[in-house]
């Protein structure tokens, strides 16, 4: 398994962004303080859980966004990426 760390200390990072979006991800639901994985061919990340009307959906207690895991096939690697 390959870990690829999403931490940055300045934001929108152009290099990740390039990355995600190549993987076929929005890296606006994309968070961007995670260490994502890549095994077997799959990327899987954690995003912003959204609703059908595509905006994001809050907790119960209204204080946060929930968010899930999603798994997509590793289009392009991150290493033609900088990262």
Do not use: C, H, W
């Amino acid at each position: 398994m390959q870990r690829i760390s999403f931490f940055r200390k300045e934001l929108p990072d152009a290099q990740l962004n390039a990355f995600i979006e190549a993987n076929g991800l929005d890296p606006k639901e994309v968070i961007a303080d995670q260490v994502a994985t890549i095994e077997n061919g799959q990327l899987t990340v954690v995003i912003f859980s959204q609703g059908l009307d595509g905006k994001k959906i809050l907790n119960g207690l209204g204080d946060a966004y929930m968010k899930q895991s999603k798994t997509v096939p590793l289009i392009s690697a991150p290493e033609n990426f900088g990262l």
